[in-house]
């Protein structure tokens, strides 16, 4: 066993109990190179989580190497007439999208037709700040997602 090995099994960390504090500013930190509106390529916090729940959106399931369930069934569905049958697909498959996510879970889903796709309005809870919102994606058979 190598000395770091040996350190980290003998290292006990004693166990306290602090009260409950609300997460400060930049506590998800993380990088997108699609938009740079601030000057650089950082996200935190609630953007980040939103453009994790986007890029999630974009795979299409079945795409991921080893994981065939991950993604979004909605791509295979665009050219589809809009059942209630199909709402409810999609309805159940952005609700594990989005509680994919453990900073976030869904409130209320709304599957839609517009113009060229699916439009899907999604209350969101973004749980370490207990702030609601409302996300609207556009899955244009034409233009990929918008969002």
């Not at 609630?46 to 974009?58: G, R, S, T, V």
Request: one cysteine or more.
């Amino acid at each position: 066993m190598s000395i770091e090995k040996s350190l980290y099994a003998r290292t006990v960390l004693p166990e306290t109990k602090k009260p409950y504090t609300p997460p400060l500013s930049k506590t998800y930190r993380g990088l997108s190179t699609i938009s740079n509106q601030s000057g650089s390529f950082s996200l935190y916090d609630l953007a980040l989580i939103k453009q994790d729940i986007i890029n999630h959106f974009h795979i299409r399931q079945g795409e991921k190497l080893e994981r065939p369930n991950f993604g979004t069934i909605i791509w295979d569905l665009l050219f589809d007439p809009l059942t209630s049958e199909v709402k409810s697909l999609i309805v159940k498959n952005v609700t594990e999208i989005i509680n994919y996510d453990p900073r976030v879970r869904v409130n209320n889903i709304v599957v839609s037709e517009y113009n060229s796709g699916i439009q899907i309005e999604c209350e969101l809870i973004y749980l370490p700040y207990n702030i609601s919102e409302s996300l609207r994606f556009q899955f244009d058979k034409d233009n990929n997602i918008l969002g």
